[in-house]
């Protein structure tokens, strides 16, 4: 793995112990396509005219994940907690500090360049912003049909073809394919976007918040057709997103994240009818009510997220938890799965 | 005009003069904005929500935009027709305004304290002193701790809900009777915008100012509205008290909002109202929602647009079809399937 700046020398915080079971420590199932393992990405900050390396962002921190083919995890967190940092480092877009990406068995950050290569038709990713992720000077077909092209997958007839069936796909009309981005709206481009990922038949794609600059009523459609598209093609789905509401609605799984760690991690019904630690439920309870006769019983958390250039010692959720107790700020907690379910893991010492 | 009417927005029409033609972005919107209570515009973008509030302050720019038509009645006059000296003086003491992006509305190159004392001493005619004096006695009302050190630093230096909260005690330094709140939360994360949002509503506990809240997003709606007006491609299009439209919203297109929404109670397949919002320069004739609307008829939809009428008791939509609405509801039948 090339990682020119990783930390070595730098204070980590208390990493977990090795052998502590900071994953779902099952064996792994048979479908399992993607085991991210204790992955971390630190960036460095420098300063002065000769740059020199003053700390470290710890944008991710150790995280562990685990996804099953044709199944979607939703990772959920607010602004700046490394959710896009994340999904980015697992496609190898970003280089990783320390951990492993297993996809379909093989270690994604251990291939050779013409290995990543092959592998990444299967591995693609849908972005946030509909108009900065299109090129405005490429026709629609010439979007879509680029990595094809660049696969060497189809060319001539073939590659129209394929074209005009993944506009179809999408919902769009293949006459569409001469026209630019600008002629349409969020909504269409974003199809337009999932079209492009769609090109090369991949196993799984990274959905990095990709309805949350789109209109209320258009949201819902892109989220219809990220479900169909799932159903028909058997994708996998790492759903990222800050809307607690719209990640239970298409997640299997649900893992939460803050200050670069998962907080919690369940199957989404479970997360929703019994979320269990204290900055899952004030996340919860944030959510505006559905309806404005459902009482309002809110657990705001205090002040604000702390920077992840000098996260608090011990659980990095402590110093805003209203539940923080002298052993909170002494000692990190361990993400570990609860006696009672051992598919909900919980990172706080109220529960273990 | 009844005295718990603080302002009434009547027939306004504001249309931009643009070189592809003429975007009509307000028609014949009417409003009431209640004493001491908030009233919400909900709708997605380009409906013409912030034209409307800007029409209200009288802030659309112009050229290209032009209000051709209708009133702002706020006490006695009209604001609409004020001479812009006047207006200036409502601006800030009698109706402020709070924008989505706290970070665009402030000045980077001035302290968060010069800012708002600038405001004060502007509209109170009070010595610098004074208005720091009421600037960080404002500050600590928004709940931000430490204002005596806090007004020393710049905006660049806060979060974005530090931001959100400078820009309310910016907004409420006057005093002013009404605040028009547009998208105040939505660049926020969701555990700020639930502060912001407690923090609005305290506010207008403690002081009683009226808020126009303009958002697309129901929740924040059902969080601090008392009485809630939906827009569609320019127009009011159905409207009631809170309660009664979540109870039981009767336009198609409102039904489709709520049922576009994920919550964490419902699960399973999202309505999705298909197609896009029209732009305000191609309106569609008829209903302007009938392209879309599952329950358009494909003839009288499509020609003759539907007055906004009252339909319940307290409650209007311009719909033709807003009673079958009503009925699939009570029989339990789904407009979106």
Known sequence: MTAPDAPDSAPRAAPPPAGAPSAPAAAPPADLLLDVRDLRTHFPVRRGILGRTVGYVRAVDGISLRLRRGRTLGLVGESGCGKTTAGRTILRLIPATAGAVRFEGRDVFALPPADLRRLRRHMQIIFQDPYGSLNPRMTVGGIIGEPLKVHRLARGRDLEDRVARLLEHVGLSPAYRNRYPHEFSGGQ????????????????????????????????????????????????????????????????????????????????DRLYAGPLHPYTKCLMSAIPRSRPDRPRDRIVPRGEVPSALNPPPGCPFHPRCPWAFDRCPAEVPLLLPMPSASDHLVSCHLCH | ????????????????????????????????????????????????????????????????????????????????????????????????????????????????????????????????????????????????????????????????????????????????????????????????????????????????????????????????????????????????DIQELFDSPLHPYTVGLFRSRPTLERRGALAAIPGTVPSPLAIPPGCPFHPRCPLADGKRCAAERPPLEVKRPGHTAACWYADRAADMRTRGEDLYK
């Not at chain 1, 090369?200 to 209109?215: G, Q, R, T, Y």
């Not at chain 1, 799932?230 to 609605?249: K, M, N, P, R, T």
């Not at chain 2, 309310?168 to 915008?193: F, R």
């Open chain 1, 189 to 268: 481009r974003q199809r337009i976007g999932i079209a492009r990922a769609l090109a090369l038949e991949p196993k799984f794609i990274v959905c990095d918040e990709p309805i949350s600059a789109l209109d209320v009523s258009i949201q819902a459609q892109i989220l219809n057709l990220l479900d169909r598209l799932q159903d028909e093609l058997g994708l996998a789905y790492l759903f990222i997103a800050h809307d607690l509401a719209v990640v239970s609605h298409i997640s299997d799984d649900v893992a939460v994240m803050y200050l670069g760690r998962i907080v919690e991690q369940a199957p989404a």
């Open chain 2, 1 to 240: 005009m009844t005295n718990d009417i603080l302002l009434r927005v009547q027939g306004l029409t504001t249309r931009f003069f643009t070189d592809e033609g003429v975007s009509r972005a307000v028609e014949d919107v009417s409003l009431d904005i209640p004493r001491g209570r908030t009233a919400a515009l909900v709708g997605e973008s380009g409906c013409g929500k912030t034209v409307t509030a800007l029409s209200v302050l009288r802030l659309v720019p112009d050229p290209p935009g032009r209000i051709v038509a209708g009133a702002v009645r706020m006490g006695q006059g009209d604001l609409l027709l004020l001479p812009e000296a006047d207006m200036r003086q409502v601006r800030g003491n009698r109706i402020s305004m709070i924008f989505q992006e706290p970070m665009t509305s402030l000045n980077p190159v001035f302290t968060v304290g010069d800012q708002i004392a600038e405001a004060v001493s502007l509209h109170k005619k009070v010595g610098r002193a004074a208005a720091l004096r009421e600037t960080a006695a404002m500050l600590r009302k928004v709940g931000i701790p430490d204002p005596q050190s806090r007004l020393r630093e710049y905006p660049h230096q806060m979060s974005g809900g530090m931001r959100q909260r400078v820009m309310i005690a910016m907004s409420l330094v006057c005093g002013p009777e009404l605040l028009i709140a547009d998208e105040p939360t939505t660049a926020l994360d969701v555990t700020i915008q639930a502060q912001i949002l407690d923090l609005l509503r305290e506010l207008q506990a403690d002081i009683g100012m009226s808020i126009l809240l303009i958002t697309h997003d129901l929740g924040v709606v059902a969080e601090i509205a008392h009485h809630v007006s939906v827009m569609y491609a320019g127009r009011i299009v159905e409207e009631a």
